[in-house]
Nanobody, 127 residues
Framework: QVQLVESGGGLVQAGGSLRLSCVAS????????MGWFRQVPGKEREFVAAISWSPGTTYYADSVKGRFTISRDNAKNAVYLQMSSLKPDDTALYYC????????????????????WGTGTLVTVSS
């Protein structure tokens, strides 16, 4: 069973920055596309960003493009989400996701199906 552990959430003022981290279990991390999603109570989970198993291919939701950056460190089995220019609307529980299959595409992970989920880290942006 894959384990994904997120960290880095917290309370930040609007306009501030946070960096989320996710560490995954397993020995073949570099072969899996990873993603970040978020969810507000009462709403569906929504896609935020994804990065392919082949570093260099990234994909972002329009709502975060230009403000958030996803990256990965395969040596550490980690994926990161650098969030800048945060807005109150970014307040949510942020989840890390790993594709169930190897060599997947960012578009496939963005659909939010066929992935493993972490337990989430809470980000609160105050106005």
């Amino acid at each position: 069973q894959v384990q994904l552990v997120e960290s880095g959430g917290g309370l930040v003022q609007a306009g501030g920055s946070l960096r989320l981290s996710c560490v995954a279990s397993g020995r073949t991390f570099s072969t899996y596309t990873m993603g970040w999603f978020r969810q507000v109570p009462g709403k569906e989970r929504e896609f935020v960003a994804a990065i392919s198993w082949s570093p260099g291919t990234t994909y972002y939701a329009d709502s975060v493009k230009g403000r958030f950056t996803i990256s990965r460190d395969n040596a550490k089995n980690a994926v990161y989400l650098q969030m800048s220019s945060l807005k109150p609307d970014d307040t949510a529980l942020y989840y890390c996701a790993r594709d169930r299959g190897q060599w997947g595409t960012v578009a496939a992970v963005a659909r939010g199906t066929g992935v493993y989920w972490g337990t989430g880290t809470l980000v609160t942006v105050s106005s």
